[in-house]
Nanobody, 125 residues
Framework: VQLQAFGGGLVQAGGSLRLSCTTSIFTFTSYAMGWFRQAPGKEREFVAAINWRGDSTYYADSAKGRFSISRDNAKRTVDLQMASLKPEDTAVYYC???????????????????WGQGTKVTVSS
């Protein structure tokens, strides 16, 4: 199984970026998908997740109102649209796949079975 995240880059504060994650998961609809991020010197933290159907989404407080997660089950991809970016959003962003059916567990990286390699987002002030 492979996940590949891309779309990161350098953007000014207030700008937008769209991250995408492609997967080779054959049973893609068996997995909820999530985005996490890790800033230098910090632990990996939850950003957003979406259930297998795509009709339930979950966000960290820091992402609510600015980020939007979506998935395309036919293409086996998950996207993270980020707007109103802030310097504190600077991090490496990782997509992950979780087989859990419990939404509360999607906030915890330990419940993800597969991870992409990460894509770096840098927001300049």
């Amino acid at each position: 199984v492979q996940l590949q995240a891309f779309g990161g880059g350098l953007v000014q504060a207030g700008g937008s970026l769209r991250l995408s994650c492609t997967t080779s998961i054959f049973t893609f609809t068996s997995y909820a998908m999530g985005w996490f991020r890790q800033a230098p010197g910090k632990e990996r933290e939850f950003v957003a997740a979406i259930n297998w159907r795509g009709d339930s989404t979950y966000y960290a407080d820091s992402a609510k109102g600015r980020f939007s997660i979506s998935r395309d089950n036919a293409k086996r991809t998950v996207d993270l649209q980020m707007a109103s970016l802030k310097p504190e959003d600077t991090a490496v962003y990782y997509c992950g796949a979780s087989s859990t059916r419990f939404s509360t567990l999607l906030y915890n990286s330990a419940f993800y079975q597969y991870w992409g390699q990460g894509t770096k987002v840098t927001v300049s002030s």
